[in-house]
């Protein structure tokens, strides 16, 4: 027997929900950009820059240890991995208030721990951050044309109120987010761009799968109310969006609760990531077209198959 989380044949009605979903949006994104734009953002090493330290430690280093010990000296974001073999680590700390004589205690603080043991300094310098204010603003760039260009495609194989509306679930869920880590001051590395970027794909995603589901009622019940076309849409794909969302989140918690601090951020992003885009997959994208006046007769004669109209119940 197959496992089902939601039953076959469900009855919600999601549409009224829109009075309660839209100003609960309308009030998480607004307090998530007042948070960036007051609070502002964590950021990690990549942005802000840091000393790179790489080691050759005596046989195999045992990274875990290395980085609690570290953790010790109270200096902030540190970032610890295999740097080639075994037995080289690279060690980068976040750039210290204080000029170039705080970058050297750091160097001091650091010898202190491995002075002990048979630890070879290879390497230390001070760098500037990975990310430069110009790398960052042609990321932004390039995020905003490759949203532009899905909602130019969305718009071409649907229609411009199922692109807008995509585009406006993908927003909501990625600012959202944003205000995930500014809350919980989570550090916000390259890891969390590619964490916000998966997030973009996966909502899109699940939004195409009920736009689509949509517009193939829209064909098939031309006569029917549109909220009732919508809810019926939603609840045709509700054990599909649930059983996708749960099998993921078991995943990300599996990372979660054993992957370690090093990606904590970037899956509990992910967690909460995929819970928003769910939610909004079900309690926005839809309502979004209402929001936009679509109408069953807004498709176009070239996606009419030139059915015959089914009435109130499809005959399948």
């Not at 994104?29 to 964590?42: E, I, Q």
């Not at 992957?259 to 997959?281: C, D, H, K, N, P």
């Amino acid at each position: 027997m197959l496992l089902r989380l939601v039953p076959d044949n469900t009855h919600f009605k999601f549409m009224w929900l829109r009075k309660i979903s839209f100003p609960l949006s309308i009030v998480l994104v607004v307090a998530s950009l007042a948070g960036f734009f007051t609070v502002g953002m964590n950021y990690g090493i990549d942005f802000k820059g840091g000393t790179i330290i790489e080691i050759k430690t005596d046989g195999p280093a045992d990274i875990g240890f290395i980085r609690s010990e570290l953790s010790s000296l109270q200096l902030g974001d540190i970032q610890v991995q295999e740097f080639g073999a075994p037995d080289d680590i690279l060690i980068r700390i976040e750039e210290q208030p204080g000029g170039e004589l705080a970058q050297q205690a750091v160097v001091a603080k650091v010898r202190t721990i491995f002075a002990d043991d048979n630890v070879d300094f290879r390497r230390v310098e001070v760098v500037g951050p990975r990310v430069s204010s110009e790398l960052a603003r042609a990321g932004a760039i390039a995020v905003a044309a490759s949203l532009l260009a899905i909602m130019f495609y969305i718009w071409f194989r649907f229609e411009w109120h199922f692109a807008v509306g995509a585009i406006l679930t993908t927003a909501n869920d990625v600012v959202v987010t944003i205000g995930l880590f500014v809350l919980l001051q989570l550090d916000f590395s390259l890891s969390s761009i590619a964490a916000v970027l998966t997030i973009i794909g996966y909502s899109l995603n699940d939004t195409v799968v009920v736009y689509d589901r949509i517009r193939e009622n829209l064909r098939k019940y031309k006569k029917r109310p549109l909220t009732e076309i919508l809810d019926q849409s939603i609840n045709e794909t509700l054990s599909r969006t649930t059983m996708t969302s749960v099998t993921t989140l078991l995943a990300l918690l599996a990372l979660y609760i054993f992957g370690g601090e090093v990606i904590q951020s970037f899956t509990l992003a992910m967690i909460f990531g995929i819970v928003i885009g769910t939610y909004s997959s079900i309690f926005l994208a839809a309502p979004f077209l209402i929001l936009l006046n679509l109408r069953p007769d807004a498709l176009s004669s070239k996606d009419d198959d030139g059915g015959k109209d089914e009435g109130t119940e499809a005959t399948a």
